[in-house]
């Protein structure tokens, strides 16, 4: 290493080093394949011909791009164009092989026709269907057919409520639409559509009529021609389970998942189709790890019976990011631990794809923490400063609180935790009552009482962090983004006695203004969390609003927010920043020209930076230039 290059302090060389997602390849044709990168400094699309070893970025772009998808032949790539992450754009696409010589302007428009929306899907046919799904403030959700040949796409579905695009069927036929007409956006359900006139062929709506609500969304169709089974995510269970559903006979098939031991999987289990359709890959997230399994559907009663084996592939401890089944058998993967960077791995051994140049320097593995909390035992991932035994602290810590609210943390790679550590500080994650792989009651237990649920989780494990001298009380940090940027500025009203300081990015800060402001898709989601909207059930949104609380926070409070995003909208983030300037608390804003989060490197170093100098000056554990 170059005396320039180690200059750069640890934490940054995360950032700046390459990074790649797992590649997406085309059906027909598996030797071309796409994806995200940041060689570029910028996250782009890449085009890799696996048959010549050729990388070549596809898009350019400011601001970055990460949506993309190629044709199943191959021959296009199609990718989404927004406006400086502001996520309201149109599909465009251009030849795998790269733009005409000599070409100028921007790639092709490649739906004409179709004004900007946000993405609500997109399905390509092996004929040249296309359906486009598009979901506006003015109309909802609709769909858009286009046929081979045609000029023009025509709208096939609408309606006011969330949706998109599930899946077409190998034949181009059958349309599986993702839908939540019933009004609950955190349980969907499926219609599937025949193409040829637009009859509902089958449905399955397990919200409706039930008094136990269930979600089911769309996996895919069997990859083989003529082949009407589905995969379907359901929750009958309690969890997340896959079954397969044929949607011309309405026969459903539940997978009797059972490891070699004859123990059935606990957690999620998520599942796609392998090439031929005649066995699935498995992927089960439990307890913040996942691993893959193969199972077999040609049982002893014949092809689809179901009666098949469960294998466990070989995969290391940790999570995998994605999986994807070549057609020669092999699985994919992208994996990566707490402590070691991620990669792209076979099944076959080895790693089949890493971004080019030096690999990210190593962090510290988790530790796993139960905390009994109000609503059951928590589960909380801990790690240490490096070199820093059980017996060793209390340090300063930062409870690094997680978006979604329906996702989990993980023991995965991530250079934000890893630069709080080298730092000297320790980091606890909290997937609180909302977050995903602990069963669907954990998950809908936030409904009605939004934010404040989770807040009574994060506090036990604070209590447990302080207890058993891991933290500093006196020098606790609550941050987030988006949804855990929410927390945070939540926590810092309705729980102020318990923080130092509040680092909060992309929040939601002021729930009513967000709400007028947000996507529509994101409005959906919030009245099935708060059963209503603003005007039917105003105590349940203003309990809710860390604006409702902004004249009890007492300690200082960093906040960075982008200019153009449509999931925590900029409108709400000043208005909370003016109670404060009113209310003469201290605070720090950064506001930058991007959307939900930025897609360029040394952006999020910046901000990285900033955040790391607030926290540093107000609580004297040093600045950026003072890490191990």
Known sequence: MSEEKSAVPAWEQRFRAARVSLPDWAEDAPDRALYVSNASGTYEIYAWDRATDTHRRVTDRPNGTTDAELSPDGAWIWWFDDSDGDEFGIWRRRPFEGRPEGSTGPDEEAVPGL?????????????GTVVVGRSTDEHGTTLHLRRPGATE????????????????????????????????????????????????VAELDEVTGHAEPRGVACMGFAPVDGDTRLLVAQQRTG??????WDVATGVETALPLRDEQGRELPGDVSAQWRP???SLLIEHEYEARSELFSYELDGPDGPGSAKGVLTRLDTPRGTVSGATARPDGTVEFLWSSAAEPSAV?????????????????????????????????????????SGAGPADGPFPTVFEVHGGPTHHDSDSFAAGPAAWLDHGFAVVRVNYRGSTGYGQAWTD????????????????VREWAVASGLADPDRLVLSGGSWGGYLTLLGLGVQPELWSLGVAAVPVADYLTAYDDEMEALKAIDRTLFGGTPEEVPERWTASSPLTYVERVRVPVYISAGVNDPRCPIRQIDNYVERLEQLGKVHEVYRYDAGHGSLVVDERIKQLRLEIDFVGRHLGTGGVGENR
């Open 115 to 127: 004004d900007p929306s946000y993405d609500a899907g997109l399905a390509l046919g092996r004929d």
């Open 153 to 200: 796409p025509v709208e096939i579905y609408r309606h006011a409520e969330y949706g998109g695009v599930g899946d077409l069927s190998h034949d181009s036929t059958l349309l599986a639409i993702d839908h939540t007409e019933h009004g609950d956006a955190m349980h969907g359900a499926i219609r599937v559509v025949r193409l040829s006139d637009g009859a509902t």
């Open 239 to 244: 969890r997340w389970e896959p079954m397969i």
């Open 276 to 278: 031929g359709a005649r």
């Open 345 to 385: 791995r076979s099944t076959a051994g080895g790693v089949v794809l890493r971004a080019p140049g030096a690999v990210p320097p190593a962090s510290v593995p988790v530790e796993d923490v139960w905390v009994d909390g109000p609503g059951g035992r928590v589960h909380a991932l801990v790690q240490r400063p």
């Open 445 to 460: 237990a936030l409904r009605e009482r939004v934010g404040l649920i989770e807040l009574e989780d994060i506090a036990a």
